[in-house]
């Protein structure tokens, strides 16, 4: 008995080999939703939902639709849209029967405005429009504006049929004006609405479509130097008339029309000195029509707008409010003039994003998640001061759910002003109290951004995939992070890395005073402002960290002044100026001319098109640190990239850059690639197969001084990693005193005999005879072995790799019926093995199962139960002998090409 206990130990432990792992492959196949609309009724949503192809290559964006209006539990969405275009912003019809968005599916690759009718049918194109469609809205069910330019110029047509791509900077003599215009379905015409002459951004019509508010740019390079704010007009669509509203040093964005279209709500960003608000809080306003006038919505709110904005209600208006990590939603319930104040209670722990309400202001639809909580999809009422009725309508991405949890905690320490930073805390997934375990510490962007408790583990930064190396996790809002107040967003003005990186410190001090962290083993990552961050805290903590992965980080402050898209902006306001004025300030502040006190081994990442941290930034690091030559540095460029980077296969590649940078330089388990072996190669195959189990070189392992089978864990069940072979057949009939070959006749023994190999399946017994052996099997092993179902054995041959050992394999190719019969009188004139039988394992594993020959060799026997509980058999599977026929069924077996496999159920956990 002990040496069954031994061996049921022996299985026990392959059980987590086949768990859920955090890994890339994992993140990457996540599918994003956007763009989400609720239908007129308020009983469908439509969104866009961002999907990897089949291939992992590139991203699809498609339109889904699910019903709101559920009562079992959460449904099935629909996809409406397949086309190799992808689909954007989808856009009810008033009448709810049909949805309109944009995509590039025409002719000439241009974005326009498409129209699909649900009751069936392909979508068909509603504009044409030289340039393309930039926006629309609907006016009413045959109506709608949208926004374009004029076409080309004769200056542009000349200009590219003599392929003259010269660029002149901010041309702004040459910047073509975008305009509104209203396209009629019924009388089949289009028209121009407004005639500005510059181009509007954005626009907004009110539900009476009788008017529409909209902001027009005043100058090519506001993102660049924020002089020359939008102005914001309002148009009469009855009248025709339009006029400048608002002031434009109030900045105003995200105008919301009110559902009675008495005026529009609006968020203005407010700083301590107007004109210069890089770091700022985003506050509300409403501009009345009655008063031709605006005035604030107050909040009572110091932490500000959160990035969810504002939502129009049936009785005011909904909003996000940030709050820290967390964030909270208020109700302005409008009386007149004046409006109440109304706080929700919250949803949930965490985050609650709100995804759209419907137009009448009564359906919400919001997702809600934490750090450790892949997002959950909910409608609901939305009364004056809460959600009811709250339904969970649709589940997303749920393979996450099988992922092991990571622990995650809120905490907070003493930072650079004697100030409590908070910051969110994961923990490793082999966390043992009163153990110090490795640290990675994840910078945030911005510096305006924050770290929110909601789930976030992708290509920038996984926490899961550091926390399944057994690192801890820190993500610190440090000063200057936004979701904390005006004093804080703006604290780091004039003061830029002065309370960032001794926040950051210290909170790396608190864990390691905590006794959880082990100071020897630090790493931090961070991209943008987080890998600015990142650098600084390396070289103002000497060799403290060993391992740096630096994504898109600025080091040479005068250089990003000139060619960062908002560089003078950004510059002027955390610096005190341009370098021109205060270049002592702009060197002092640049990494690049401290760069022989970054010892610490780095990774620096780029796309080749980002104009946010300019590329050649990271060539000024990857230089400097090349010849000082004090650490080692490792530089990936990512073609045809911007800031982030939007390729799946650049994902990849960047998470995988990452892992292995952290596995060399901190967790000492980088395993170096050998870059000549080519995976799923008959080497690969071969090497694989090391894992199975042998005893003296044949398949299968010990019990006592007998050969049996090993099982390996496949979903619910112990399966046999192969068919059970001759040797273990064998083994059996000896030690229950049969010591002929097989229960062959004597017929067949020479089919038996001609090839023995105690590796090659058994086969040519009755299911009876396999009954015995698993019966025999399991009271020596101490599990209920049996044979599999009909239904278990064709799922897992369901995963069989691809063509395995059958005729088809044989053949080269796919043989139909006659040709079938053919080959077998070619089989028959082998001289050596004309059963065509291979040794067990010959082929590939069937993907991440760890099961071989499930596609072909022998096929296998079946047993089910009727309800009487009497047996029936059945052979099933391909085998040497057999090919596909895409018209029939399989071909019957003979009795010498039919084998079997064990199956068990797992042993309790005790």
Not at 184 to 197: G, K, L, M, Y
Not at 636 to 651: I, K, Q, T
Not at 825 to 851: Q, W, Y
């Amino acid at each position: 008995m002990r040496n069954a206990v031994i061996f049921v130990f022996i299985l026990i432990q392959p059980l987590t080999l086949f768990a859920a792992e955090w890994d890339i492959e994992t993140l990457l196949a996540q599918d994003y939703l956007s763009e989400f609309a609720v239908s007129p009724d308020g009983k469908r949503l439509v969104w866009v939902q961002r999907s990897q192809d089949e291939d992992g290559l590139y991203y699809t964006y498609q339109l889904f639709l699910a019903n709101l209006k559920i009562k079992d539990g959460p449904g099935e969405a629909r996809q409406l849209t397949r086309h190799e275009a992808d689909a954007y912003t989808p856009r009810w019809a008033p009448n709810g029967e049909s949805i309109a968005f944009l995509s590039t599916r025409g002719e000439e690759a241009e974005q326009q405005v498409w129209l699909l009718d649900l009751r069936g049918g392909e979508p068909e194109a509603l504009t044409e429009v030289e340039g393309g469609v930039e926006d629309f809205r609907w006016l009413d069910d045959s109506r709608l504006l949208y926004l374009a330019g004029e076409g080309a110029s004769l200056r542009d047509t000349e200009l590219l049929e003599s392929e003259d791509d010269t660029w002149i900077v901010d041309d702004e003599r040459h910047w073509p004006a975008t305009r509104l215009f209203l396209l009629d379905r019924v009388e089949e015409s289009t028209r121009r609405i407004t005639t500005n002459t510059r181009p509007i951004d954005t626009f907004a019509i009110s539900p009476n479509g009788e008017w529409v508010v909209y902001s027009m740019a005043e100058s090519m390079y506001y993102d660049y130097d924020h002089k020359r704010p939008p102005t914001i007009h309002l148009h009469n669509l009855e009248s025709g008339d339009s006029r400048e509203i608002l002031t434009p040093e109030l900045r105003p964005f995200q105008h919301t029309w009110d559902l009675k279209s008495e005026g529009f709500y609006f968020l203005h960003p407010v700083g301590s000195q107007p004109g210069q608000e890089i770091a700022s809080l985003s506050l509300p306003g409403y501009f009345d029509l009655a008063t031709d006038d605006w005035r604030e919505v107050d909040i009572a709110w110091d932490r500000g707008v959160g990035w969810g904005g504002l939502y129009p209600t049936n009785k005011g208006v909904l909003i996000d409010l940030f709050d820290g990590a967390a964030n909270r939603l208020l109700h302005m319930e409008r009386k007149g003039d004046s409006w109440k104040r109304r706080l929700l209670p919250d949803v949930d722990r965490g985050f609650v994003n709100i995804c759209a309400v419907g137009p009448d202001g009564k359906r919400a639809v919001y997702r809600t998640s934490d750090a450790s909580t892949p997002p959950s999809y909910f409608a609901a009422e939305l009364t004056k001061s809460k959600f009811k009725d709250k339904v969970e309508f649709m589940q997303v991405n749920r393979f996450l759910e099988d992922l092991p949890r990571v622990r995650t905690e809120l905490i907070s320490w003493i930072g650079a002003r004697g100030d409590s930073v908070e910051g969110l805390l994961h923990y490793p997934l082999d966390y043992v109290e009163g153990e110090r375990h490795p640290l990675v510490v994840m910078v945030h962007g911005g510096p305006d951004a924050m770290d929110e408790d909601y789930f976030s583990e992708g290509w920038g930064g996984s926490p899961g995939m550091m926390a399944s190396r057994g690192a801890f996790v820190l993500r610190p809002n440090y000063h200057g992070s936004g979701g904390y107040g005006l004093e804080w967003a703006e604290s780091i003005r004039g003061r830029f890395y002065e309370l960032e990186v001794p926040d950051i410190l210290a909170g790396v001090d608190h864990l390691v005073a905590a006794d959880l962290v082990d100071e020897s083993r630090l790493g931090i990552q961070g991209w943008s402002n987080g890998a600015i961050l990142g650098i600084a805290a390396c070289i103002a903590s000497g060799q403290r960290f060993r391992v740096l992965d630096a994504g898109a980080g600025d080091v040479n402050w005068t250089s990003d002044h000139g060619n960062c898209a908002f560089g003078a902006g950004f510059d002027n306001y955390y610096f005190g100026g341009p370098p021109w004025e205060v270049p002592w300030t702009y060197i002092d502040k640049s990494p690049l001319f401290r760069v022989q006190e970054l010892q610490v081994p780095t990774l620096i990442s780029f796309g080749t098109d980002d104009v946010s941290v300019p590329t050649e930034q990271g060539w000024q690091l990857f230089r400097a640190m090349q010849q000082v030559d004090l650490a080692p540095v490792r530089f990936a460029l990512y073609p045809d990239e911007g800031h982030s980077l939007m390729s799946p296969v650049h994902r990849r590649r960047q998470m995988q850059e990452q892992m292995d940078w952290f596995d060399q330089w901190l967790f000492n388990c980088y395993d170096q690639p050998n870059e000549a072996f080519l995976t799923d190669s008959p080497l690969d195959h071969a090497i694989r197969l090391t894992d199975a189990a042998r005893v003296n070189g044949f398949f299968g392992e010990r019990l006592d001084s007998l050969l049996v089978p090993e099982l390996v864990e496949c979903d619910s069940l112990l399966v046999g990693r192969f068919e059970v072979t001759r040797g273990q057949w064998e083994a059996w009939r000896k030690a229950v005193g049969d010591t002929s070959v097989s229960s062959a006749g004597e017929e067949e023994l020479d089919i038996l005999m001609e090839h023995f190999d105690p590796n090659l399946p058994i086969t040519n017994i009755a299911w009876s005879e396999a009954l015995e052996y698993c019966d025999w099997l399991g009271a020596a092993i101490g599990l209920e072995c049996r044979l599999p179902t009909s239904e278990e054995l064709e799922g897992l041959q369901g995963q069989a790799s691809g063509v395995e050992n059958t005729l088809t394999w044989w053949a080269g190719y796919s043989p139909n019926r006659e040709d079938a019969e053919e080959l077998l009188e070619k089989v028959f004139e082998l001289s050596v093995n004309h059963t065509l039988l291979h040794t067990v394992g010959a082929f590939a594993v069937a993907g991440e199962t760890g099961l071989y020959d499930l596609g072909g060799n022998a096929a296998e026997w079946a047993c089910d139960f009727d309800e009487e509980d009497v047996p029936t058999a059945t052979a099933l599977g391909g085998y040497a002998l057999s090919c596909d026929d895409p018209f029939g069924e399989p071909k019957q077996p003979e009795a010498a090409y039919i084998g079997f496999r064990i199956v068990a159920a797992k042993p309790s956990e005790e």
